[in-house]
């Protein structure tokens, strides 16, 4: 079994190379020359023994990024000590951070609640009080997985440290004195519960990935070292996951916070490491709703993002803070520290309603209102409306072989992309295409199209289907367009979108189809060619074109990254969707058959 990838260099200089990288990355931030055994971040501006407000001192094993380096700065913490991976800070380390950025004023120390924590800055206190310095101490246990008693070991320090930590920073920058600067710091810490949910395992730099959680499963309960959690439950929705989470912090029967009906409280939402924001972010507002309608409390700030994570363990955690005006004063006062989201600060409002969206133009408007299938159909009318299906059933046909093309090149969504626009054109045809003005049910399906497609794609096909709106009128005005003005048309609309979106003949694209399929098809209008045998002739040019894609370098689009001998075995899926819809089009084209003659009616003429 081969080790999990990461970008690192010796495992065991993991935490050095972060500490170097991250006070490059922040001017205000340093570090003490003590590598490897002192590992300390501290303020720039912070000159040894003549600081006159209280240091605020943190820190433990690293792993937990950004907590708690990425914490230092005005208005926050002044020092944090890093230990290895998963491993507390000396007591050497520790003391060293203490006598570098404290004076007159003293220091705090805040420290999660695990054993080897609470011991090595516990002795560091101790030697520093010897040294004659003021010191004093506040351990954070805001776990609430599991239910009291805890026994000796208590409960464990979780991201509702970063509470405390804003708020201790907060009013030792406002200049409190040590003792007031601990109460705060003691306060919150009673205030603050968070749980935790795992949905893999974190593996540590040159360690071996764990198979202990199967795919299907979750922990609930789970501390921030990857030791197992509370519970391995089946994986549940977000809305599930945030339900139970939510109701175990606020749990009147372990009595960890003091909460009723109306509190106030602040949420954060913390990525244990792997977690995409937008899942965060999902969690965040599914959060806020429970909080406020199933709990009835009152969210008055809302942090989202990594806080204190688990190296790369896919997961989250909740805190809920109870707050008052001076906590909310505390977490909303300006910081340096990096990590700290500083644009969640100030009131919010208790619901958010979305901005209406805004009208466009009133031609415009009213035109795409009055969009609708007439009751009865002309020639032309029935001959567009069985293209259009035509066109978009051959789509949905090979939405597998899409999706299977673009996996290989792309995100693997060309299939489903183009099916949801097929889907949506069949529902308009219904009732919304006014398929006796061809040139208007040509805009409509670019809208359509825009609406459901999303993404380049559904952008790239509206202006196809305007530029050829705009030709047809041009050319037809209110009459029904002719042939010619069709092919006319359909060379603007592909020249459109070769000028808007840059790809050319031979880049591997949608357009590699289109532009055989637009020539062949004004060729063959030219040469007095029926339109059902000339479109059909345009889409075997467009099949043809699609399939040498396969022999082309990828010159545009998502497709350009890819190697070369991963793109000579597939075509373009944006061409062969392409080469689809005018197949399909081209076919329902076709003069209907004629059904034969009565023998019966014919005798009875005669």
């Known amino acids: 079994m081969s080790g999990a990838k990461k970008l690192i260099n010796d495992p065991s200089d993991v935490v050095l190379e972060m500490i170097e990288g991250l006070v490059e990355t922040y001017p205000n931030l340093q570090y003490l020359d003590g590598f490897p055994d002192v590992k300390v971040v501290l303020r720039a501006d912070v000159s040894r023994g003549t600081y006159g407000k209280v240091a605020v001192i943190s ?3 690293s792993g937990h990024e950004p907590a708690h380096a ?13 230990g290895d991976v998963f491993a507390s800070p000396s007591v050497n380390a520790v003391l060293m951070a203490i006598r570098a950025v404290t004076g007159p004023a003293g220091c705090l120390l805040i420290v999660k609640n695990y054993t080897g924590d609470r011991l090595n800055f516990g002795l560091a206190a101790e030697q520093a009080k010897e040294e004659g310095f003021k010191v004093d101490m506040v351990v954070v246990g805001d776990d609430c997985a599991l239910p009291p008693p805890r026994g000796i070991a208590g409960r464990r320090g979780l991201a509702g440290t970063v509470f405390v930590h804003k708020v201790a920073g907060a009013a030792a920058e406002e200049g409190k004195s040590l003792a007031d600067v601990a109460a705060e710091a003691r306060q919150v810490a009673g205030l603050v519960g968070t749980m935790g949910v795992g949905l893999s395992v974190c593996t540590v730099p040159g360690g071996f990935p764990s198979d202990r959680l199967p795919a299907t499963k979750m922990e609930l309960g789970l501390g921030i070292h990857g030791e197992p959690g509370a519970a391995v439950v089946e994986m549940q929705s977000v809305d ?25 409280v602040a949420l954060m939402v913390n990525s244990l490491g792997a977690t995409p924001a937008m899942e965060v972010m999902i969690a965040a507002g599914k959060a806020v709703a429970q909080l406020q309608v199933e709990h009835g409390l009152a969210v008055e700030r809302v942090y989202a993002g990594h806080f204190m994570t688990s190296l790369d363990m896919s997961g989250l955690s909740l805190s809920v803070l109870k707050v008052d005006d001076q906590i909310l004063q505390r977490l909303d006062a300006s910081t340096l520290a990096p990590a700290w989201p500083n644009a969640c600060q100030g009131a919010r409002p208790a619901t958010k309603v979305p901005v209406p969206l805004p009208p466009g133009p009133a031609d415009s408007h009213a035109a795409s209102s009055l969009c609708e299938r007439p009751k009865d159909l002309s020639e032309e009318g029935a001959c567009m409306e069985r293209c259009i299906r035509g066109g978009a059933e051959a789509v949905l046909a090979v939405v597998a072989d899409l999706n299977a093309w673009d996996a290989k090149i792309g995100d693997g969504d060309c299939g489903s992309t183009m099916s949801r626009g097929a889907k949506a054109v069949l529902d308009a045809l219904a009732s919304r295409y006014p398929l006796n003005d061809a040139p208007a049910t040509v805009k409509e399906i670019g809208a359509t199209v825009r609406r459901t497609m999303g993404g380049t794609s559904g952008v790239i096909y509206d202006i196809f289907c305007r530029s050829a709106y705009v030709k047809l009128r041009e050319l037809a005005g209110s009459a029904q367009p002719i042939p010619a003005h069709w092919a006319a048309a359909f060379e603007a609309a592909v020249s459109a979108v070769s000028l808007y979106g840059g790809a050319q003949a031979g ?7 289109l532009l055989p399929a637009a020539a062949t098809l004004s060729q063959k209008v030219k040469a007095g060619e029926p339109p059902a045998a000339a479109l059909a002739a345009a889409a075997e040019a467009a099949a043809a074109g699609a399939e040498s894609t396969k022999s082309m370098p990828a010159l545009a689009g998502r497709s350009s990254y890819v190697p070369a001998e991963v793109l000579a075995s597939v075509p373009d899926p944006g061409a062969k969707a392409v080469a689809a819809w005018l197949q399909g089009a081209a076919t329902a084209m076709q003069p209907l058959p004629q059904p034969a ?7 009875d003429i005669s």
């Open 59 to 61: 820190g433990g094993g």
């Open 70 to 82: 990425g914490f230092v700065g005005t208005g926050m913490l002044t020092a944090a000590v890093c």
């Open 240 to 264: 599930v996951v945030v339900s139970h989470m939510l109701n175990t912090i606020n749990n009147p029967d372990t009595g960890y916070m003091p909460l009723k009906l109306g509190s106030r």
């Open 507 to 513: 880049y591997r694209t949608m357009l590699d189809a």
């Open 597 to 603: 003659p009565d023998p019966a009616a014919a005798s």
